[in-house]
């Protein structure tokens, strides 16, 4: 499983922005997809997860500000984010995880956006 985000960049306090990855190669059937961040000297953190069936996990600092959804045709997961804040400035990765057999836990490059205050 190979996945490639998009989106990052610079955005003012307030604003939206929207990351997108695109997941390819062999995503089976109860795939969790979600998106992780990591800020500068911060451990990665859970932002994020959508299961197959549209089950969805939010932290509770993107609670009511970010949205995530997925496409399970096209394999790919998005994450609109709004109300954005100088601390969601990180690394956004973006994740499949299959818990049953054959099992994966892959993971995005990683895309950087930066919320200016």
């Known amino acids: 499983v190979q996945l490639q985000a998009f989106g990052g960049g610079l955005v003012q306090a307030g604003g939206s922005l929207t990351l997108s990855c695109a997941a390819s190669?062999?995503?089976?059937?109860?795939?969790?997809l979600g998106w992780y961040r990591q800020a500068p000297g911060k451990q990665r953190e859970l932002v994020a997860t959508?299961?197959?069936?549209?089950?969805?996990n939010y932290a509770d600092s993107a609670k009511g500000r970010f949205t995530i959804s997925r496409d399970n045709a096209k394999h790919t997961v998005t994450l609109q984010m709004s109300s954005l804040k100088p601390d969601d400035t990180a690394v956004y990765f973006c994740?499949?995880?299959?818990?049953?057999?054959?099992?994966?836990?892959?993971w995005g490059q990683g895309t950087q956006f930066t919320v200016s205050s």
């Open positions: 959508i299961t197959s069936g549209g089950n969805t």
């Open positions: 994740n499949a995880f299959r818990p049953y057999t054959p099992t994966y836990n892959a």
């Open positions: 190669g062999s995503i089976l059937s109860s795939t969790r």
